[in-house]
């Protein structure tokens, strides 16, 4: 298993992943994604787009604003219930969560902290809306995503006339205030959601959850985690939130242990419930057949993209030994993967070359993300592609240009990653050969 150090460090080596306003010193839990890093984080949202709502009939996507009538706050039990118990060391005045108090001593006294009785600590960030900052112009930035969801569930209902059971997806930015923030961009203050809410009638609500845990836990596998990183563990009574009946996690083996991925819930009617009852509207849904209005119930599979960003990279990290030298590879799923393909001469300054490597590329680049390097020896360049997850790369050397070479066939060279297999192809032929390649997801050249 990858050390967190090491992912982290390949990272902001290779552009992934910077801390949040590094020149003042960094900012505790934010975290800013690189020219990599934003590529592969929209990667990320992008397949679980297009296989959660684009290609099923049964799902509507959304994007709601992050800052909401802060009623909705109350109605979902934020304001009251969102906190973790804290406690403060009454010498070092460092605060800690009440279920992970950290064994280091006190700084000022050298021993055990002298803690308080725990208190609750809303994690809410607040902010004003309007020129007054006062009680009654402050609002919340967004914990979760899904009240939006709901908010919005008569909207949705009126407007795509969509028959139970059907889901209602939405990708945003959460914002909570941690007060342990950490394990890279494991737990930050600013992250971003993938949830969806699956409305049911009540009575197929378990048959449901059944099946959304199993279709999220074969999700991750498809786009590359190993089954035996990931695991479903059920949430014993005394953790169930307070809107839960009953929820599972996906955990990931991340390098600091099994550690949530995804959670899965069923959260019944609480939230339609509630927010009729604070909204004063009426949130039911017209059972077509037995003309009842019921409330339907709610499935929730809740992932995090910084988190599943995070455990794409890690499962994806190898080292291994190749002709005696250290290779590192990243081998993220084609879909994943930052830049599809890198286009490299072998030599930067014979024209030919450049000019038939700048073709391809100009070629490429109106299909896939490609790179054009020409800024080390070929040995170098294939490490870099390797490091940051290139499935493919394509060589121009003197034989594919220079005419005038006895040699000359007018073919590049198509490197794969992960069997390090390559094959020469007519130049003419390569974006044809790449697009299929990676529309199959074949990697066998
Ligand atoms: P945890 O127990 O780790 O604090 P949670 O159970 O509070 O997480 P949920 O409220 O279920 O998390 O949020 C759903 C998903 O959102 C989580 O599975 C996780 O992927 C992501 N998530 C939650 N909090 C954070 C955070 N602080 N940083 C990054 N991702 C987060």
Redesign the pocket.
Known sequence: MVEMETIVSLCKRRGFIFQSSEIYGGFG?FWDYGPLGVELKNNVKRVWWLDMVNRREDMVGLDCAIVMNPRVWEASGHIEQFSDPMVDCRECKHRFRADDIPDEPCQVTGGEHDLTEARQFNLMFKTYVGPVEDDASTAYLR??TAQGIFANFDNVLTTMRKKLPFGIAQIGK?F?N?IT?GNF?????E?E?M?IEFFVKPEDADEWLKRWVTERFEWYSSYGIRKDNLRLRQHDEDEL?HYSKECW?IDYNFPMGW?????I?NRGDYDLTQHATYSGQRLVYLDPETKEHIVPHVIEP???????VLAFLIDAYHQEIVRKDKRTVLRLHPELAPVKVAVLPLARNRPPIVEMARKIAADLYKYMPAMYDDTASIGRLYRRQDEIGTPFCVTVDHQSAITDDEKYDGKVTIRERDSMEQIRVDASQVVQKLREQLEEGSKTL
């Open positions: 839990g914990p979760e959460a909570r941690e923030p961009i494991f737990r930050d203050r992250f959601q949830e939130a996690d550690s949530e991925l995804e959670g819930a809740s992932a995090g993209v910084d988190r599943s």
